[in-house]
């Protein structure tokens, strides 16, 4: 059986509505231009007391208040809470302003919590709900590329450790996503590259086919091209939504959506939160794993350098920064030991055993840095995000 028949290609559609198939949890995925005033869209939220919106205080004076008049009439009360704004605040102190902001409405069990910002801000407000009052709904509503295509789907949720990346959690399924592609327009160009990171993922991973799409459209991606968006959003997440039907709780065939980010949510916590953007370390990630794989024996070269021109040609990083530097390779290999996917002490890759199919292995230590030896030679120069 080929990728494209494990993932089967849903018809195209003026709006895309992707469904995960997962029982009484099951949901939809809604995917087009301008779905934020569009009052039918809202029809199939889930009814509730009251509604908290939690945003960021970049997303808050663009988005906010066209969502609470399109909830006004679905709830008796609909508030807006907005957090700072950054990968360095998806810590326990802003989950408890969530919570505290919860409280001081006398939400219930009943209220319901709108997700509206990027992948910090769908995993924090989905991990608030997952613990309040033990598990109150949530939507998710996400304004970037990244958690369109990537973090809004699927039902993690999680805050960062300073020692690691998403370590404390929960599996928490959202009652809807809404993926407004207008909303992408306002995305600065180092955003959108970062969700070009996830969306690049998809290829190497389950469908070739996608990856050649994206070869011939890059260009009309970073344009934000209406109908490049709609299809690249709309695989990614058929995609995604199927792995997840299959796998819930990544026991075993999710673990291939992590192509890339056992490398780099290292580099994430050893450069410190914020400092990259999370797509830029996947996309170094990916990068290093396209390696390893070769190293392995699995992959040609024609494919790593294929991976890596693609990755430039989407503005991202295809080298990874240095962490240490007496013993760099040594300090990737220490924090990517508290990855979620390592077992008493091993780490677990993700690697490509042919282009389209990936799986989980481990691979000796002395290999590994020789990975990271040949692919942090010189550290990127990038900007604080």
Same mark, same amino acid.
């Given at each position: 059986m080929?990728p494209?028949?494990i993932? @089967?290609k849903p018809?195209?559609?003026t709006?895309?509505?992707v469904?995960?198939?997962? /029982?009484?949890?099951?949901?939809?995925i809604?995917i087009g231009?301008? %779905?934020l005033?569009?009052?039918?869209i809202?029809?199939?939220?889930? &009814?509730?007391t009251? $509604?908290?919106?939690v945003?960021n205080?970049?997303?808050?004076?663009?988005y906010?208040? %066209?969502l609470?008049s399109?909830?006004a009439?679905?709830?008796?009360?609909?508030?807006?809470?907005?957090l700072? &704004? +950054?990968?360095?605040?998806?810590?326990q102190?802003s989950?408890?302003l969530?919570f505290?902001?919860?409280?001081?409405t006398?939400?219930?069990?009943?209220?319901?919590?709108y997700a509206?910002?990027g992948?910090?801000?769908?995993?924090m407000a989905?991990?608030?709900?997952a613990?309040?009052m033990?598990?109150?709904?949530f939507v998710?509503v996400?304004t970037?590329?990244l958690a369109?295509?990537d973090?809004s789907?699927?039902?993690k949720?999680?805050?960062n450790?300073?020692q690691?990346?998403?370590l404390i959690g929960a599996?928490h399924?959202?009652?809807?996503?809404?993926c407004d592609? /207008?909303?992408?327009?306002?995305? @600065?160009?180092?955003?959108?590259?970062?969700?070009l990171a996830?969306v690049i993922?998809?290829?190497?991973?389950?469908?070739m086919?996608?990856?050649d799409?994206?070869?011939?459209?890059?260009?009309?991606?970073?344009?934000c091209d209406? $109908?490049?968006?709609?299809?690249?959003?709309q695989?990614s997440?058929q995609i995604?939504?199927?792995?997840?039907?299959?796998?819930?709780h990544e026991? +075993?065939?999710?673990?291939?959506?992590n192509f890339?980010?056992?490398?780099g949510h290292a580099?994430e916590?050893?450069?410190g939160?914020?400092?990259?953007?999370?797509?830029e370390a996947?996309a170094?990630g990916m990068?290093?794993g396209?390696?390893l794989s070769r190293a392995? +024996?699995?992959?040609?070269?024609?494919f790593v350098?294929?991976?890596?021109?693609l %990755?430039?040609?989407? +503005?991202l990083p295809t080298?990874g920064?240095?962490?240490?530097g007496? &013993?760099?390779a040594?300090?990737y290999l220490e924090?990517?030991? %508290? &990855?979620?996917k390592a077992?008493?002490?091993?780490?677990r890759?993700?690697?490509i055993?042919r282009?389209?199919? $990936?799986?989980l292995?481990?691979a000796?230590?002395a290999?590994?840095r020789s990975?990271?030896?040949?692919?942090c030679e010189?550290?990127?120069?990038?900007?604080?995000?």
């Amino acid at each position: 059986m080929t990728p494209s028949n494990i993932f @089967p290609k849903p018809a195209a559609a003026t709006m895309q509505r992707v469904d995960i198939a997962l /029982g009484q949890r099951s949901y939809p995925i809604f995917i087009g231009q301008g %779905l934020l005033g569009a009052p039918e869209i809202w029809q199939h939220m889930p &009814d509730g007391t009251q $509604a908290l919106i939690v945003t960021n205080t970049t997303v808050e004076p663009l988005y906010a208040a %066209l969502l609470a008049s399109q909830l006004a009439g679905r709830y008796a009360r609909v508030r807006t809470f907005a957090l700072p &704004d +950054g990968e360095q605040y998806k810590t326990q102190d802003s989950l408890s302003l969530i919570f505290d902001a919860l409280v001081q409405t006398g939400a219930d069990r009943k209220s319901v919590i709108y997700a509206l910002g990027g992948g910090v801000v769908g995993d924090m407000a989905g991990f608030a709900a997952a613990c309040y009052m033990r598990g109150i709904s949530f939507v998710q509503v996400p304004t970037t590329l990244l958690a369109q295509v990537d973090s809004s789907v699927g039902g993690k949720t999680a805050i960062n450790h300073p020692q690691g990346k998403n370590l404390i959690g929960a599996f928490h399924q959202p009652r809807a996503v809404v993926c407004d592609l /207008g909303v992408l327009r306002t995305l @600065p160009a180092r955003e959108l590259s970062a969700g070009l990171a996830e969306v690049i993922k998809y290829g190497p991973i389950a469908d070739m086919e996608f990856f050649d799409w994206l070869e011939a459209n890059m260009e009309e991606l970073r344009a934000c091209d209406t $109908a490049a968006l709609t299809h690249a959003v709309q695989r990614s997440c058929q995609i995604k939504a199927d792995v997840v039907a299959r796998d819930e709780h990544e026991a +075993g065939l999710r673990t291939i959506l992590n192509f890339g980010h056992t490398f780099g949510h290292a580099i994430e916590a050893g450069m410190g939160y914020g400092r990259w953007l999370h797509g830029e370390a996947v996309a170094a990630g990916m990068c290093m794993g396209a390696h390893l794989s070769r190293a392995i +024996g699995l992959v040609d070269d024609r494919f790593v350098r294929r991976l890596a021109a693609l %990755l430039e040609r989407a +503005g991202l990083p295809t080298r990874g920064p240095v962490l240490d530097g007496r &013993d760099n390779a040594g300090r990737y290999l220490e924090l990517m030991r %508290l &990855d979620k996917k390592a077992e008493s002490g091993a780490i677990r890759f993700i690697v490509i055993e042919r282009p389209g199919r $990936a799986v989980l292995r481990t691979a000796p230590d002395a290999l590994v840095r020789s990975v990271i030896d040949h692919c942090c030679e010189t550290e990127p120069v990038l900007q604080p995000a």
